[in-house]
């Protein structure tokens, strides 16, 4: 980056601080892409001209509301819902609801953001969206879960649409939730259409939508260790989270010959030093969807796994880290102790889960690091491929969608090598991600003129 760039960027980013105050998350998310944009866009005067890049730290709007609904002991419960529309320029918006009680304007500002540039690395028409809810629904029964959703939808439903708004799960959102969101649309509207993506498979989900996230991830991982002529066989691997993302993703090292060693949850991860096997994997399925249960219970079940409390897993030795939790869950002091203990690739399944400055370590000790936004497409991807699916009213096999998937995430990872190959051999996949992802976007804003 130049020296004059370098100014711009500040100005640039003071004008993000100063415009959306105490919003750490987005400004960090804004700041990850914007510093590769801006050299970028050095010699590209008609992106400066129609201040693009302005204009995609923007949401379009950002729709926040009051949910209320009543607890099985008749107390009248208030919670906060939103939706933010960052931006439809190549598509509906697209992206996850978030229940979670840290849910607020900040983290669904950034999760929108970055959305964006991951649904256009896709290849496929959608822009960028996310939504949710400060609710927590840990420990709630599931007709409090239904009330909930239905009340959410109440409010969601005047914004969205399957031309307008597709959401589709997130933390806190799974088969549960989507099911509860998508009856109570169908039933204020009378229109059954495709609103939401990760429905079930009775009434239009598609096959490959819950494993997509944690397979593309890896297949993510897979292309980068192939780019260097390596492969996931016979590594080990260190798993963060133990919800959709994260049991897909260790189900796919597993399917490619890796070894898995720990999980986590909110409460602390386990260390199982013999490895998971698919076994153990529906076991935490099961233990995390249907029991709705704590990750610690794994110890109980199987000897020889430790479980550490308040901890996470990044001191364990590993070639493989796959962060598949929630965002700055993996900071400066433990990427370099991942650097230290040998860890070759990083390929994250959580967005925006390694801190700027955990980031940093790893580009500079020139470990394959892949960024969210591209390594978790799988996801998103497959929720367009849903779509696809309802439109034409018809259902695609897996067969055909899991070599989508794979083939959409082959490409995913050569777009960035493309825009991110470095003069060494080193590949910079977040550059190459916020380039690729920002181009398309970028292309048509300006075929729109000002609007
Ligand atoms: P789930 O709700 O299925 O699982 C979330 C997991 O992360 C749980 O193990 C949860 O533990 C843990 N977790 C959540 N918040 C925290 C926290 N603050 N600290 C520590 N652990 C936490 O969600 P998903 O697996 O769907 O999502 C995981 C990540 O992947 C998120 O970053 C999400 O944005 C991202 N993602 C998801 C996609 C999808 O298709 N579902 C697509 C692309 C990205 P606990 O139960 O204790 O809260
Ligand atoms: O972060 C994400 O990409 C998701 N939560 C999935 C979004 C989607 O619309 O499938």
Not at 84 to 98: C, D, F, H, S
Not at 135 to 146: A, L, T, Y
Not at 306 to 318: D, L, S, Y
Request: proline content about 3%; some cysteine.
């Amino acid at each position: 980056m130049s020296a004059s760039d370098h100014v711009n960027l500040e100005k640039f980013m003071e004008g993000v601080e100063k415009r959306n105050q105490g919003q750490t998350e987005f400004i960090q998310a804004v700041r990850e892409v914007a510093q590769d944009i801006f050299e970028f866009i050095e010699d590209k005067v008609e992106y400066h001209e129609a201040q693009i890049l302005r204009r995609i730290a923007e949401p379009d709007r950002v729709v926040s509301f009051r949910v209320c609904w009543e607890d099985d002991n008749h107390n009248i419960r208030v919670q906060r819902g939103w939706r933010v529309q960052n931006n439809n320029a190549i598509g509906p918006y697209k992206g996850g609801l978030r229940f979670h009680p840290s849910v607020n304007e900040s983290i669904l500002k950034f999760l929108a953001f970055e959305q964006t540039f991951k649904n256009s690395l896709t290849g496929l028409p959608m822009g960028g969206g996310k939504g949710g809810s400060n609710f927590n629904p840990r420990g709630k029964s599931d007709s409090e879960v239904m009330r909930f959703c239905q009340s959410f939808m109440t409010e969601l439903y005047r914004h969205v649409g399957p031309d307008t708004d597709v959401p589709a799960g997130d933390i806190g959102v799974g088969a549960r939730e989507i099911g509860y969101l998508f009856g109570q649309y169908k039933r204020i509207t009378n229109r059954w259409e495709g609103v939401l993506t990760g429905k079930g498979l009775e009434y239009g989900g598609s096959q490959v939508r819950s494993e997509a996230t944690g397979y593309g991830a890896v297949y993510f991982m897979a292309n980068m260790l192939k780019h260097k002529g390596d492969s996931i066989e016979g590594k080990n691997a260190v798993i963060s989270g133990s919800g959709n993302v994260a049991t897909h993703a260790a189900e796919m090292i597993l399917n490619q010959g890796g070894k898995v060693l720990t999980l986590s949850d909110s409460g602390g991860f386990i260390h199982d030093p013999d490895g998971m096997t698919q076994e153990k994997l529906n076991w935490v399925k099961h233990l995390k969807t249907v029991k709705r249960g704590r990750i610690q219970e794994y110890c109980d079940e199987f000897s020889g796994a430790t479980f550490h409390k308040g901890e996470r897993p990044w001191g364990v030795a590993c070639e493989l880290a796959l962060p598949c939790a929630t965002q700055n869950e993996l900071n400066e002091e433990e990427a370099r102790a991942l650097v230290k203990n040998g860890v070759m690739a990083v390929a994250e399944g959580a967005n925006m889960p390694t801190t700027l400055e955990g980031v940093h370590v790893f580009q500079e000790a020139k470990i394959m690091y892949g960024p969210g936004k591209a390594a978790n497409a799988g996801g998103v991807a497959v929720s367009g491929l849903e779509m696809s699916q309802n439109a034409e009213r018809i259902s695609w096999d897996s067969d055909r969608l899991g070599k989508l998937l794979e083939g959409i995430m082959a490409e995913i990872h050569e777009s960035c090598v493309t825009y991110g190959d470095q003069s060494d051999g080193y590949v910079d996949y977040v550059k190459g991600a916020n380039i690729a992802g920002f181009k398309k976007v970028a292309d048509a804003m300006l075929a729109y003129g000002v609007v």
